[in-house]
């Protein structure tokens, strides 16, 4: 097998100690789960081929950076470390002067392209939510909820309930997700990764 993109060296990465959708899954999904700071000044589990996660060699330089990140986001952002045999080196760039605006915060998208993808990626985040709230309700609060949802999915996106199940089931969603997991669009904290893949799969089933 050729390891010729493996990494086996340890290096510095840092790491936002209090992130929401990381707490959201240390809580339902048990163990630990951490969101790293990546080349677009988001945070991401991985890195990706396109979005790399940010490393430092050197533990004072990573220190620094944090400190920076911190000030800047006024959150707690801390050093960790990586390492090993499975890490994949092209999804992770050494830090460098161009990456400096990534420790203020998030990078600017492409503004037509950012448009799309943010009414994109707040529509999966709504319907991934109604259908979620209507599987979990019980039977006798099902026709209230089913009506409450379908009210609110209508006046933000025009859109019914079944509807909704029927836009998580296309391709555009898979990609969503994917972005959201590698950090390539911003996070919230309704829902965990875990839950917007069990959205489409409930979605998919209801077919």
């Given amino acids: ?88 080196a092209d999804r992770f760039a050494a830090f460098g002067e161009r990456h400096a605006g990534a420790l203020l915060g998030y990078l600017p998208y492409a503004t037509a392209a950012a448009m799309k993808l943010e009414e994109r990626r707040v529509k999966t985040i709504d319907c991934a939510g109604a259908v979620l709230r209507v599987h979990r309700a019980m039977d006798e609060e099902r026709t209230r909820i089913l009506k409450d949802e379908g009210r609110l999915l209508q006046q933000a996106h025009r859109i019914t309930v079944f509807s909704a199940a029927q836009f998580l089931t296309g391709k555009k969603v898979d990609e969503v997700i994917t972005m959201l997991e590698a950090g390539e669009l911003d996070t919230e904290e309704k829902l965990s990764i875990q839950e917007l893949r069990e959205a489409v799969q409930l979605a998919k089933s209801y077919g």
């Fill in 1 to 88: 097998m050729d390891t010729s993109n493996h990494l086996y060296q340890s290096f510095f990465v840092i790491e936002h100690a209090g992130h929401g959708s990381a707490a959201i899954e240390d809580q339902r999904h048990g163990g630990q789960h951490y969101r790293f700071l990546n080349v677009t000044g988001r945070w991401s589990a991985k890195g990706t081929h396109a979005v790399p996660l940010l490393t430092w060699t050197d533990r004072q330089a990573a220190e620094a950076a944090a400190t920076i990140a911190s000030k800047a986001r006024d959150r707690v952002i801390k050093v960790s470390s990586l390492g090993g045999d499975s890490l994949v």
